[in-house]
């Protein structure tokens, strides 16, 4: 199907709702890869829960170890939520719901 020709506040919107939906996917990726990484804690794999409760400062590698999991975790979904976009879908419906 011919992609019709969109006005600049057209594109604006479109390009809003694909932010949203792929900031949507990292946030969930990111709170997946926190919970996994307060799991590594709490299930104390690896001993790290037990070198944690002994630490002075348990702040630095608590940080150290959550946030590039978390982080690697909200890019693995960004990607693979870029990789099955459904942008072609917005032109195949009919009833004019966004498909983000």
Do not use: Q
């Not at 969109?6 to 949203?20: G, I, P, Q």
């Not at 794999?45 to 946030?67: C, E, K, W």
Request: proline share 6%; glycine share 8%; with cysteine.
């Amino acid at each position: 199907m011919a992609k019709p020709h969109m006005s600049r506040e057209e594109a604006r919107r479109d390009h809003e709702a694909m932010l949203r939906y792929m900031a949507k996917w990292f946030a969930i990726g990111l709170t997946v890869g926190l919970v996994c990484a307060s799991l590594v804690f709490l299930l104390d794999i690896g001993s790290l829960g037990t070198r944690l409760s002994r630490t002075d400062n348990p702040v630095v590698p608590v940080f150290l170890i959550a946030m590039p999991m978390g982080l690697t975790f909200g890019a693995i979904l960004l990607c693979i939520a870029i990789w099955v976009l459904p942008y072609e879908a917005k032109y195949e419906r009919r009833d004019g719901r966004e498909p983000f």
